[in-house]
Structure formats: C-alpha cells, structure tokens
C-alpha cells in the first residue's frame, strides 16, 4: 500500500542532515544558510516532495503569500478590451516570479466593493493592486495592507504607477498637426478616470502650442468603448462636416471611428486622419494601419507588481509612484 502522508520538515531535516530551524529558514527563504546548506535542503524537499504547510507558515511570518488584483470594471469589458488582457499577462507573470499568487476579481459598482472589502485584509492577503478606480468608487481598505493603483487614483497621496497619459496624447496630436490637419476632433475617454481626463488634457495642450482654437463641437464623450468610437464618430462628422482628423482617446474607439467613416465613404487617412492611444495588436492589424500612442502594457504590470512587493516587504518605506513614457508609433491612418 502506498504511503499517502505528507512528508514533515523533521523528515527533510534529517535527510539533509541538519536541524529542523535551519530546513526552516531555507523553506521559508532566509538569506542566512550557507549556500552549501540551502543546496541539501533543497534537494531533500524535492526527494521527498516536501510542500510547505502554508496555514502554518502564513501564522508564523504573518503572510499570505496572496496578491490580490481589483479591476473596477464588469467583466464584459476586462474581458474585451485588450487594454486590460495586456495588463493582466504582464501582472501574472511578474507576480509568479515572486512565487505569490494572485488572485483576480472583478468589481462592476459599489455594492460590489463592499463585500470585496471583507476579504480585502491582511488574513487573506498581503497586498492589492487596483486598477481603473472611477471617481465614484471608494476601495474599502485595511491600514495595514500595502495598496498600489494602476493608473493615477484622485486620492494624490496614494501609491500609484501609470503611464504618461497626457504626453502620449500631446505625441498623438502634434503628429496630427504635424500632417497638415487643422479640424482635429477628440473622441475622450470617461472623465471620472484620470487617463481619461489627462488624455483630453494634452489634446488641448497640443492645440494650444500650435496656436489652434479649442472648440467644444470638435468634442465628443466616450467610455474606450468600441460602440463610442462608432457613436461619437457619427456625431462629430454630422455636427463638424469639415473636420480632417480625429484623436480618440484609446485604440478600440479608433477602430471605431475608422469603420463609421468607412461607412460614411470617408477614406482614412485622405480625407479624415485617425490616431489612437494604446499600441494594441489590433491596432497593427487593421487596415489601414492605425496610427497609435503605444503604453507598455508588460512594463505597467511589473512595475506595479514590483512596487508593490517593496511596500509589503518594507511597509515604513516613502511611498513610491512610478509614471511610464508613452510613444507614438505611426502607421497608415495618420
């Protein structure tokens, strides 16, 4: 009959011949052991298929070993949009490098954040990254779990990492201006994010250094959505017949605008320039070509993994926020 129990450190200790507080400190990965030393302990624990009690350890070192992700947004939408797949694979992967988990969840409204906030504690995890917190959200949370927004929250003296919106967006429009385009329309994204407002914000700032007028008509609300992208597109080419180009503040809204004004008998980019922000794949694939403001999706994700590990594991540390360049990479549409 084969022997089903788990082995014990004891049992590991003994065959690597040394005391149970030193296969300890080599499991629970102390620096202090000799290299000679953590090469025997190791090669027990995988002889004998050790597996750390994990209970057991979380009540020893006070840790979970547990990261988790909030993405404020239904699942409809992480899960269309290759912002947030781009995101996600970049988070996952820097976290499994550090030997964590991570566990995902999905927060449409309020009410969902209120039963979040009781698993949201340093019994179940040892810190959170948030990402796309509306305004009109509140994250309940502990004072003593470590906490980074991706994207920069309203509250300033939160920890953050992000990429610099209102740059890229001030690259994509003077790239705009730069091709001869004076009607330069914005289709924006939700105001109650910071990415949304600051995206808008470099629209104005790119017109303003050229010397171009601001005009509230050549502006059209949207939410990164494809079905904005197509709206929006419609009712600025109705309003503003004479525009020649248009900014949309993500790139799933560019290819938006680039089917409506296909669908219209516009041509892209002869008779109206499109530039979108996000360098996503399906940017690459289109045709024509979509001209995009490219955010390092991967570097955004470990970044924030890495600013994260460093405040659980030095939680009296200055908080630290990281803002990331964004290029612009021209293609066919602009």
């Not at 105001?191 to 509230?216: C, I, K, T, V």
């Not at 041509?267 to 996503?280: K, L, N, Q, T």
């Not at 024509?288 to 994260?308: C, D, K, S, Y």
């Amino acid at each position: 009959m084969t022997d089903s129990r788990q082995p014990t450190l004891e049992e590991v200790a003994r065959l690597a011949g040394v005391g149970r507080g030193t296969a300890s400190r080599v499991v629970n990965g102390s620096e202090h052991v000799s290299p000679h030393t953590r090469d025997a302990v190791e090669r027990a624990v995988r002889e004998l298929g050790y597996v750390p009690n994990q209970a057991a350890r979380a009540l020893r070192t006070r840790r979970t070993d547990t990261v988790a992700l909030v993405i404020a947004e239904d699942e409809e939408r992480v899960f269309a949009e290759p912002f947030f797949a781009g995101l996600v694979r970049g988070i996952s992967r820097a976290v499994d490098a550090t030997s964590r988990r991570l566990v995902l969840s999905m927060v449409p409204d309020e009410s969902h954040l209120d039963r979040l906030g009781q698993f949201l504690t340093p019994q179940h995890v040892d810190g959170v990254m948030v990402v796309s917190m509306h305004d009109a959200l509140s994250l309940p949370e502990s004072p003593d779990l470590p906490i980074v927004h991706v994207g920069r929250p309203r509250d300033a003296g939160a920890c953050y990492v992000d990429v610099d919106n209102l740059g890229g967006a001030r690259q994509a429009v003077d790239h705009i201006i730069g091709r001869g385009r004076q009607r330069i329309a914005c289709i924006t994204g939700p105001q109650d994010l910071a990415s949304g407002r600051d995206r808008l914000e470099g629209y104005r700032e790119a017109l303003a250094a050229a010397g171009l007028p601001f005009e509230e008509r050549l502006v059209e609300a949207g939410d990164f959505s494809d079905a904005s992208g197509v709206r929006g597109t419609a009712a600025l080419v109705e309003r503003c017949p004479d525009l020649d180009a248009i900014f949309a503040a993500n790139d799933v809204m560019a290819l938006g605008a680039m089917r409506e004004l296909a669908r219209r008998g516009l041509r892209v980019p002869e008779d109206v320039a499109v530039v979108g922000f996000d360098g996503s794949p399906a940017a690459a694939a289109s045709t024509p070509v979509l001209t995009t403001v490219h955010q390092p999706l991967a570097e955004l994700g470990t970044t924030a993994v890495e600013v994260l590990a460093h405040r659980i594991d030095d939680p009296g540390a200055e908080v630290r926020s990281v803002v990331l360049p964004a290029e612009l990479r021209a293609g066919e549409s602009a």
